[in-house]
């Protein structure tokens, strides 16, 4: 059962007005105020320096996409409610993620903020969120590599990987994200607080 003060702000259905077509879901973990004044700092002073043209990522939209779903159209009805079921199942501490190097992608064009070392708490979270996630049935295993990364803009001009001042936050809460055709910011469908356990707790299997 979930933990006591595990309750998602789940919306069904989006809001009647100003709404595109559904896009994609996915987990995401956002920055605290303090890291994406910061992130979003850096984006700007980097696409100056390296002469990047593409938009930059605006402030509200910095994300760290934890597990995608995949397209919304191709999803099960019911992929929302299996969603929200499978992280209200879990049980995970707050822990720190920490960026420290930029790169492109080649294909996506993407320029974005990535890490030299893995983050081993965040792995963790991943991997229990996707048993969960395949227990529900809802959803297929995604097969491409997961490399943690937030992305800052999109320009064709590829750069290599090199270091910058270390960013991070303390995580404490995992998202249920929607993004919809033509319109900012994503729509939130559940928000899922990371707890520390209280003393005598029993871990939840996973």
């Not at 789940?10 to 973990?29: C, D, I, V, W």
């Not at 209200?88 to 707050?94: A, D, K, V, Y």
């Amino acid at each position: 059962m979930p933990r006591h003060g595990q309750i998602p702000l789940f919306q069904p259905n989006p809001p009647a007005t100003g709404t595109g077509e559904p896009r994609y879901l996915f987990f995401a973990l956002r920055p605290d105020a303090e890291a994406v004044q910061r992130i979003h700092d850096l984006a700007r002073k980097l696409c100056d320096y390296h002469g990047l043209e593409g938009k930059v990522t605006d402030a509200e939209q910095l994300h760290m996409t934890l597990c995608f779903l995949g397209s919304v159209a191709r999803l099960p009805p019911d992929a929302v409610p299996a969603a929200d079921a499978a992280a209200r199942s879990l049980q995970f501490e707050p822990f720190e993620l920490t960026f420290d190097r930029v790169k492109s992608f080649p294909g996506s064009n993407a320029f974005v903020l990535c890490q030299e070392d893995d983050c081993a708490p965040l792995i963790q979270l991943r991997n229990r969120l996707l048993v969960a996630l395949t227990r529900s049935g809802r959803f297929r295993p995604e097969k491409r590599e997961f490399r943690a990364h937030v992305t800052l803009t999109h320009d064709p001009k590829l750069l290599g990987l090199h270091e910058v001042e270390p960013v991070g936050w303390t995580v404490r809460e995992l998202l249920l994200l929607r993004s919809h055709h033509g319109l900012e910011p994503y729509q939130v469908l559940g928000r899922y607080p990371l707890e520390r356990k209280t003393k005598g707790e029993v871990p939840a299997p996973g």
